[in-house]
T-cell receptor
């Protein structure tokens, strides 16, 4: 299995609070992604990174920011969590554009 | 943007039956993957198959990129095959993967 660790695995937070999710990889892969999964929508891309300090928006980026200061870590931040951000968040990695991607185990976030 | 459609949306089988899942996409893609999401939510890589045919045990997949579809075959299904099957396509010239909405499979003992 690809070495991808997401933390925390579960989190409950209150509306309006900041939340940071972490994705850590041991594969030295260049590309990292954050997706969210909601019923009826499948997985949707939030942000992705194509290198250290190189990031770009996906299809559902509003309300989220990301940072990548090291190859191995990709952070997703909700500056002020809302109930609509209750979801399961997945991190993914791959080593080159358009190659096989591998996913972490997911983080279940509940905003109350 | 590119559309990825999977069919059927739901499927119920008796153990031992065979099935075919389909993934249609609306534009040219550079790659395609099939995943199985098990009942615990984990996404498991099944196939990386931008074109051609691959087999892995009871599962096989075929992608015909020129006709913009891929098929996943499951033979002699087992209860452990239950879950949701997703296809995801890589958009040409970008780093992005777009997922279909999945096929939910339930295999009955």
């Amino acid at each position: 299995d690809a070495g991808i660790t997401q933390s925390p695995r579960h989190k409950v937070t209150e509306t309006g609070t900041p939340v940071t999710l972490r994705c850590h990889q041991t594969e030295n892969h260049r590309y990292m992604y954050w997706y969210r999964q909601d019923p009826g929508h499948g997985l949707r891309l939030i942000h992705y990174s194509y290198g250290v300090k190189d990031t770009d928006k996906g299809e559902v980026s509003d309300g989220y920011s990301v940072s990548r200061s090291k190859t191995e870590d990709f952070l997703l931040t909700l500056e002020s969590a809302t109930s609509s951000q209750t979801s399961v968040y997945f991190c993914a990695i791959n080593d080159r554009m358009n190659t096989e991607a591998f996913f972490g185990q997911g983080t279940r976030l509940t905003v109350v | 943007g590119i559309q990825v459609e999977q069919s059927p949306p739901d499927l119920i089988l008796q153990e031992g039956a065979n099935s075919t899942l389909r993934c249609n996409f609306s534009d040219s893609v550079n790659n395609l993957q099939w995943f199985h999401q098990n009942p615990w939510g984990q996404l498991i890589n099944l196939f990386y198959i931008p074109s051609g045919t691959k087999q892995n045990g009871r599962l096989s997949a075929t992608t015909v990129a020129t006709e913009r579809y891929s098929l996943l075959y499951i033979s002699s299904s087992q209860t452990t095959d239950s879950g949701v099957y997703f296809c995801a396509v890589g958009i040409s010239g970008t780093y992005k993967y777009i997922f279909g909405t999945g096929t939910r499979l339930k295999v009955l003992a």
